[in-house]
C-alpha cells in the first residue's frame, strides 16, 4: 500500500503496523475521542441509531470473514446472532450467570451452532451452499419459538413467540444507561475490530483467501478445505453470537421474529456495499445503510402527513426500495465497494504530485 511522499518503512515491523504514521496515530486518537463523546450531547434517536450501528458493525465483521474472507455465502448470518442473544438470555435470566460472563458464552454457543449446520454445508458450495445457510436460517428461528416444550428444563425456555426477558447490565451496582451501553458497545467493537483485522494479516487468512480465490488449488497447497472452512464457520458465527449479545441487553425483550431472514439480507447488502475482503469496508457498508436507514425514517414521515391512509405501509416498503437500490448501485457500479473508491481516493492523494 503506497505511504505518502517522503515516507518510507525500514523495518519488516513497520511494514506489517496498522497505524504506520504519526497522522495516522493522531486521526485514530480524534477519532476515539469524538466517539467516545458524541453519546454525551446527541439526542436520544440518534444514540439508540449508534447502539444498533455498533452492534450490525460487530456482526458484519463475522460476514466479512465468512463471506469476504473465505468466500462461504451465508443468509442465515441473523440464525446465528439469535443464538447469541438467547444464550445471554436463557443463562443470565433462568440461571443467574452474571451477564459479563455470558459474552464469551454467547459467541461460542453461535460458533459451535455454527459448527453444526457447516460440517454438512461443506460438502457443497455456490448456489447449494447459499440455499443451506437459508435452510438454518429458519431452522434455528423455529427452534427459537417453539422451545417451550414441558419436557425441557426451565432453564432452556425460550418463551416461544412472546420471547423471554434479557437481565440489564449492571456495573458500580447501578444499571448501565443508554450513554453507558455506547461505551460498551464501542468497546466491543473495538476489540472485534481488531481480531478481524488481526485475523486477516495471520496464516489462516491467508488460508481463508487461498479457499475463496481458488479451492482446489488451495487444497493442491497442502491446505485442509474442511478444517479450515469449518475455523471460517466458527469465526463468522461467533462474532454473530457476540452482536447477539449486545443486541439482547440493548433491547432488554427479545423474541425470534427480531432475527428474521430479513436481517441476514441487511447483513449480505451491508458487506457487499463496503466491499468484500475488508475489514473497513465491512464497516464503511455498515454506516452507508444504517444511514439510509435514518433517511428512510425522515422521508417516511413526511410522506406519511401527505398520505395518511397509507402511512403505515410508506416505511416497510420503503425500506426495501431504497436497500435494493443502493445495493443495485453499488454492484453495477461500485462492484468492489466503497472501500476501494476510498483506497483510489486515498492513494490519489498520497502519490500527489505524482498521482498518475
Known amino acids: 500500500m503506497g505511504l505518502p511522499c517522503g515516507v518510507f ?24 475521542a469524538f ?55 436463557t443463562l443470565g435470566g433462568n440461571v443467574g450467570v452474571s451477564p459479563w460472563l455470558t459474552l ?11 459448527l453444526a449446520f457447516g460440517v454438512p454445508a461443506l460438502r457443497i458450495k455456490g448456489f447449494y451452499l447459499v440455499m443451506s445457510t437459508i435452510a438454518a436460517q429458519f431452522v434455528i428461528q423455529w427452534v427459537a419459538r417453539e422451545a417451550d ?40 467493537l473495538v476489540v472485534m475490530l481488531v481480531v478481524a483485522k488481526n485475523i486477516q494479516r495471520t496464516a489462516t487468512g491467508r488460508k481463508f483467501i487461498a479457499i475463496r480465490d481458488n479451492d482446489l ?25 457476540i452482536a447477539g449479545w449486545v443486541w439482547a441487553h440493548y433491547m432488554g425483550h427479545i423474541t425470534p421474529d427480531q432475527f428474521g431472514f430479513d436481517k441476514s439480507l441487511i447483513f449480505l447488502g451491508m458487506i457487499i456495499v463496503g466491499g468484500m475482503g475488508s475489514t473497513a469496508g465491512a464497516v464503511m457498508g455498515t454506516v452507508i445503510i444504517r444511514i439510509c436507514e435514518k433517511l428512510i425514517d425522515y422521508i417516511s414521515a413526511s410522506l406519511g402527513s401527505a398520505f395518511p391512509d ?15 437500490l443502493v445495493v443495485m448501485i453499488f454492484i453495477m457500479f461500485e462492484p468492489r465497494g466503497a472501500y476501494h473508491r476510498w483506497v483510489r481516493i486515498r492513494t490519489y492523494y498520497r502519490l500527489h504530485p505524482f498521482s498518475y
Open 104 to 114: 464469551p458464552l454467547a459467541g461460542v454457543t453461535a460458533g459451535i451452532a455454527g
Open 9 to 32: 518503512n525500514s523495518r519488516p515491523e513497520e511494514d506489517m503496523a496498522i497505524l504506520r504514521t504519526k497522522t495516522q496515530y493522531l486521526l485514530v486518537a480524534i477519532g476515539f
Open 35 to 89: 466517539f467516545f463523546t458524541m453519546a454525551l450531547y446527541l439526542p436520544l434517536d440518534w444514540l439508540a441509531w449508534l447502539i444498533m450501528l455498533g452492534m450490525y458493525a460487530i456482526a458484519v465483521l463475522g460476514i466479512h470473514i465468512l463471506t469476504g474472507l473465505c468466500g462461504q455465502f451465508s443468509m442465515g448470518h441473523a440464525a446465528f446472532m439469535l443464538v447469541g442473544a438467547y444464550t445471554a438470555a
Open 217 to 241: 488449488a488451495a487444497e493442491v497447497m497442502g491446505i485442509n478445505l474442511f478444517r479450515t472452512k469449518l475455523l471460517a464457520f466458527f469465526i463468522g458465527c461467533f462474532f454473530a453470537g
Open 149 to 188: 416444550w414441558t419436557w425441557l428444563p426451565d432453564w432452556m425456555k425460550t418463551g416461544g413467540v412472546y420471547g423471554i426477558d434479557v437481565p440489564k447490565l449492571v456495573l458500580g451496582g447501578k444499571a448501565v444507561g443508554d450513554v453507558g451501553f455506547w461505551w460498551i458497545t464501542m468497546g466491543i
Open 310 to 324: 397509507i402511512s403505515v405501509q410508506i416505511f416497510p416498503a420503503l425500506s426495501l426500495i431504497i436497500f435494493a
